[in-house]
């Protein structure tokens, strides 16, 4: 199947900073990538819908300036959490739909944040 | 999307098949069910989908009732890697060049044992 990675694997950072994840699709061009969030012992929650070359759709709740998404070509997309701060800590996953494949996700293995 | 009612965990011996059901009692004739699973500290992954046909593919089956009010994921021999959160999701399925969310439920977490 199709892969979709992500950088880092885990970061850990102090709190005002700012963080920015990766994910690429690898071996195919995603038109479209979802990112999510997963707070320890719960389901995944959608945070946002970015399509290549226009800006990325908000969840209801989500702080569109706090986390920055930016899907520039059709196989990268990027997060950056803004000043993080503790309560930003959880796990964040991407994932990409290939354009060709009517309704299919890949999922990337996910990254780590932990503001200290 | 339909809403979807599962167990919050299910124990499996090893080598003997995992029956994971799912209710999706208000669930509407162009939606069709998903199947994907976490692992721990990984994204999920896709296992099957079917709209009202019993599905297999290498990983699993998928038996869905007449009715289409419930589905029952199968796993034919668990193994221990198998253990990992099992969702159940129902949602319409997307065309091509559109893109459809999926929303995840609490799923089943399947613990496989010796």
């Known amino acids: 199947g199709a892969v979709v990675s992500q950088h880092p694997s885990w970061v850990i950072c102090k709190s005002g900073t700012s963080v920015k994840i990766e994910c690429r699709s690898l071996?195919?061009?995603?038109?479209?990538m979802f990112w999510y969030r997963q707070f320890p012992k719960q389901s995944l929650m959608l945070m946002a819908t970015?399509?290549?070359?226009?800006?990325?759709?908000?969840e209801q709740g989500v702080e569109k300036d706090k986390f920055l998404i930016n899907h520039a070509s059709l196989t990268l997309s990027t997060l950056t959490v803004t000043s993080a701060h503790p309560e930003d800590s959880s796990f964040y996953i991407c994932?990409?739909?290939?354009?060709?494949?009517?309704?299919?996700?890949?999922f990337g293995p996910g990254t780590r944040l932990t503001v200290l | 999307d339909a809403k979807t009612t599962q167990p919050p965990s299910m124990d499996c011996a090893e080598g003997r098949a995992a029956n994971l059901p799912c209710n999706h009692s208000?669930?509407?004739?162009?939606?069709?069910v998903y199947w994907y699973r976490q692992i721990h500290s990984q994204g999920p992954q896709y296992i099957i989908h079917?709209?009202?046909n019993n599905e297999t593919n290498e990983m699993a089956s998928l038996i869905i009732t007449e009715d289409r009010k419930s589905s029952t994921l199968i796993l034919p021999h668990a193994t221990l890697r198998d253990t990992a959160v099992y969702y159940c999701?129902?949602?319409?399925?997307?065309?091509?060049?559109?893109?459809?969310?999926?929303?995840f439920g609490t799923g089943t977490r399947l613990q496989v044992t010796l």
């Open positions: 994932s990409a739909r290939d354009g060709r494949i009517p309704d299919t996700q890949y």
């Open positions: 071996d195919f061009q995603a038109t479209t």
């Open positions: 970015s399509n290549e070359g226009s800006k990325a759709t908000y």
């Open positions: 208000t669930i509407s004739g162009n939606e069709y």
């Open positions: 079917g709209l009202k």
């Open positions: 999701i129902v949602r319409v399925r997307g065309r091509a060049g559109t893109a459809s969310k999926l929303t």
